[in-house]
């Protein structure tokens, strides 16, 4: 690999070194990871709403978790995997408040499929983000259920194989055909032109919340070059070739759309 | 003063957390809970307030949790392996300090140790009311929407199939149990974009600007919490012990079986007496200990294999007194009470247990 020691454009000099009001500090996650990356997005995206001083998080357990610390917006910490719950309870006792959750694949998938699904199909008027990188990332890279075929992962050494490990859940496609749900798409944070879609993604999700249209999920393909035991400048490629291909980006069909009842 | 009414206990129930200002509840049918449920359901909406049909326990919970964390007045309830299946989000709200009431309508007295030991992680207990009968869990549920809210933590009515669905004649009023502390720790969203914003978390770790103690000092804090409850809320009541020779240990609607059995043999010429803890956790020790000093016979009665036994134990005055006359005791359907809860055995065991001692 080459490496381009060339100064960069100016623009680009100026997002990498700018510090969104809502960051209060360093995340102190690995190299290459993209969940900051997606935490940047959403946050942009509550103070464009104009929102931050009535929004409440409710944040999973993972490497997200630590975000906590720096995201300036009012958080509950909650158990591993029970996010839409707490949201739920959030949401129906302050229904003016603007209530989401964050989440990885292991929190949501995993840990928390009961409740991201039954908390869908009431049609509670909140938004989830999913953080998919497709391991457990912070425990070292174990196997979570969007794990994709063939992915090497401490838990499946040899790469993931149906026969032993079974198939990964598409939890988005999964939340897309139940009624009460407004809104589901799929982003990345892989190239620059994903990070700018994926932030529309996000925005247009919380302006179905602000409508109270219904449920909301954005999940978000985030690189994880350690849980993926790639170098952190391959980790964008790989997203691409591994979870982009299993995943589909962009706005999925949904079942009310498509006409279906009950 | 408002009028009598004859309610179930379950609705009875009810009808004290509105009182209380309870206006969020999330539940999964398990009877005897089932009751309280489908009150609550047909009750919150008239009031305001939410009843959730929650998918599991869990979910359950974890809903009361986010509604109590954003400054609801939330319950939720459930019985044995229900509970069982709560237990990690009542340990979470222990840490994290949200405060909620949790109604274990039991099917018998087997939950003893789950409600006072914390079945949950970490430095913590749950505070445990067991009223005798339904005008008492009138007062208890309203008195365990106050505590909590006082401590900020998950306390917990210990009823039964008894209590749930006996209909008696209640007055329910609201209670000024004393001021409570501001309320400025709840999530309302108002906070973001202040470099202050709140978290309510149990690692408590604060955020980068504005740092918290962290999980040592806040975990230290809360098990100096806990200490100051369980020296502040220990709450029994004594009846006819003064100078009784034989002291009978028991709690809720067995400790009503057992007072009717002492006035019978009272009435025999037996110095008889009742210790009955109202408050499981903290368990009154100093009572305790005071009301058996004189006692030669120390017998405990509940409906399990033993487990208020242990703290019987390890508070009465002379632990050489006590022995055991309980039992585990269930109804063919495994929903209720067996044969044991009734006054005729229960009269036996004490007359054969403090034999030669009169």
């Known amino acids: 690999m080459t490496i381009d020691t060339s100064a960069p454009p100016p623009g680009a000099d100026q997002v990498a070194a700018a510090r969104p009001d809502l960051i209060l500090g360093d995340h102190g996650l690995c190299p290459g990871c993209g969940e900051p990356v997606a935490l940047r997005l959403l946050l942009e995206v509550l103070q464009e709403l104009e929102i931050v001083n009535r929004t409440i998080g409710v944040v999973g357990h993972g490497c997200y978790g630590s975000f906590v610390q720096i995201m300036d917006v009012d958080v509950l910490q909650c158990l591993h995997g029970r996010a839409p719950s707490c949201a739920t309870g959030i949401k129906r006792v302050r229904p003016s408040a603007v209530v989401f959750t964050l989440q990885g694949d292991g929190d949501m998938v995993n840990e928390g499929l009961q409740e991201v699904l039954h908390t869908a199909a009431r049609g509670e008027n909140v938004t989830c983000v999913l953080l998919n990188n497709g391991v457990f990332g912070d425990t070292g890279g174990q196997q979570t259920a969007t794990t994709v075929i063939g992915q090497r992962t401490k838990t499946s050494l040899a790469g993931r194989d149906p026969a032993t490990h079974g198939y990964p859940i598409p939890v988005a496609d999964l939340v897309a055909s139940l009624s009460g749900v407004a809104y589901v798409a799929r982003g990345a944070v892989s190239t620059p032109a994903a990070v700018t879609r994926t932030k529309k993604l996000l925005r247009k999700a919380f302006e179905h919340q602000l409508a109270g249209d219904g449920f909301g999920l954005v999940e978000v393909l985030t690189m994880c070059p350690t849980g993926w035991f790639v170098p952190a400048a391959d980790g964008p490629d790989y997203l691409t070739g591994s979870m982009e291909a299993a995943y589909p980006l962009g706005e999925l069909p949904l079942r009310s759309a498509m006409g279906g009842g009950v | ?358």
């Open chain 2, 1 to 358: 003063m408002t009028e009598l009414r004859l309610l179930d206990g379950c609705t009875a129930i009810t009808e004290a957390a509105l009182t209380a200002g309870c206006r969020f509840f999330a539940g999964y049918p398990m009877s005897p809970f089932t009751g309280l449920l489908e009150a609550m359901s047909r009750r919150m909406p008239e009031e305001n307030g939410t009843c959730m049909n929650a998918e599991s326990e869990i979910e359950a919970v974890n809903m009361v949790l986010g509604a109590a964390a954003a400054g609801a007045r939330a319950a939720t309830g459930s019985c044995g392996q229900g509970i069982a299946l709560m237990q990690e989000a009542i340990a979470e709200m222990a840490l994290n300090q949200t405060p909620a009431v949790v109604f274990n309508m039991a099917r018998n007295q087997q939950d003893y140790f789950q409600c006072t030991r914390g079945g949950g992680w970490g430095d913590y207990r749950t505070l445990t009311l067991a009223p005798k009968d339904v005008p008492e869990a009138v007062e208890h549920t309203q008195l365990l929407f106050w505590l909590a809210e006082r401590y900020r933590m998950p306390v917990i009515l210990y009823g039964d199939p008894i209590l749930a669905q006996t209909q008696v004649a209640v007055r329910i009023e609201p209670r000024d149990h004393g001021p409570l502390p501001p309320r400025d720790w709840v999530l309302d969203g108002s906070s973001g974009g202040t470099g202050r914003s709140r978290q309510v978390w149990t690692w408590a770790m604060g955020k980068a600007t504005d740092p918290g103690p962290g999980p040592d000092r806040h975990w230290r804090a809360i098990a100096e919490k806990f200490s100051e409850v369980a020296a502040a809320e220990q709450r029994s009541e004594s009846y006819r012990t003064e100078d009784a020779d034989t002291i009978v240990v028991a709690f809720g609607t067995a400790a009503l079986f057992v007072a009717h059995v002492v006035d019978e043999l009272r009435a025999r010429g037996l110095r008889v007496g009742l210790f009955r803890p109202v408050t499981l956790w903290p368990f009154p020790s100093v009572a305790l200990a005071a009301a058996t000093r004189r006692a030669t016979r120390v017998l405990v009665f509940e409906l399990n294999a033993g487990q208020m036994l242990d703290d019987v134990r390890q508070y009465v005055h002379d632990r050489d007194t006590v022995a055991f006359i309980g039992g585990v005791s269930i109804h063919e359907s495994g929903l209720a009470f067996g044969p044991l809860l009734d006054a005729g055995p229960i009269r036996e065991r004490i007359l054969s247990a403090s034999e030669g001692t009169r």
